[in-house]
């Protein structure tokens, strides 16, 4: 599947895609905890929002780091690099935090605007999985395969949010 190098590429998955699984997986953590131990959808969203943020910070950090000693550039440069590199991991947040939102909106009271937004995170992952099966060749097997460990990863959070609570 050839890309196309004037469309934005906002969740870096045709870079890679680290950012946006990575940015998917924290969300879906904080949700996965916050949800019982916050009073309402705007502190879990404040929540995501700043546990997101410093994850997204220290990964920043560690690419513009890496990218200075590795390859010696210039620690300007190498922020530059870094922001186009992590700005995935930010990104990643806004589809989980919209359904938490509109789940509210819609009438669901917390838990069940949590469980919406942690569905929407493993969707996400499993679809992240399968077009990165998709790029990589794979058959129809394959790319099931790959949307199914992709999944795995969300429903292991979903595992950690029942036994949390």
């Known amino acids: ?6 469309r934005p590429d906002l969740l870096g998955l045709r870079r ?4 946006a699984i990575t940015g998917t997986v924290v969300c879906a953590a904080v949700i996965a905890y916050g949800a019982g131990h916050v009073d309402s959808t705007g502190q879990l969203s ?10 997204w910070i220290a990964h920043l950090h560690a690419v513009t780091i ?4 590795t390859h010696r550039h210039h620690p300007v440069a190498a ?3 870094a922001l186009v590199e992590t700005l995935p991991i930010l990104g990643a947040s806004i589809v989980p935090l919209v359904v938490l939102l509109l789940a509210t909106l819609l009438g669901a009271d917390l838990r069940g605007a949590a469980w919406a937004a ?8 499993t679809a992240y999985s399968y077009v990165a099966g998709v790029r990589g ?3 129809l097997g394959g790319r099931v ?7 795995g990863v969300g429903l292991l959070v979903a595992l950690l949010k029942v036994l949390l609570h």
């Open 137 to 139: 060749g794979l058959d």
């Open 145 to 151: 395969a790959s949307a199914a460990a992709g999944a």
């Open 46 to 55: 404040i929540a995501i929002l700043g546990t997101v943020a410093v994850y």
């Open 66 to 69: 890496g990218s200075s000693l």
């Open 79 to 81: 922020l530059r690099h």
């Open 118 to 125: 942690l569905i929407a995170t493993i969707a996400l992952l």
């Open 1 to 6: 599947m050839p890309s196309d190098p004037d």
């Open 16 to 19: 890679g895609g680290e950012g």
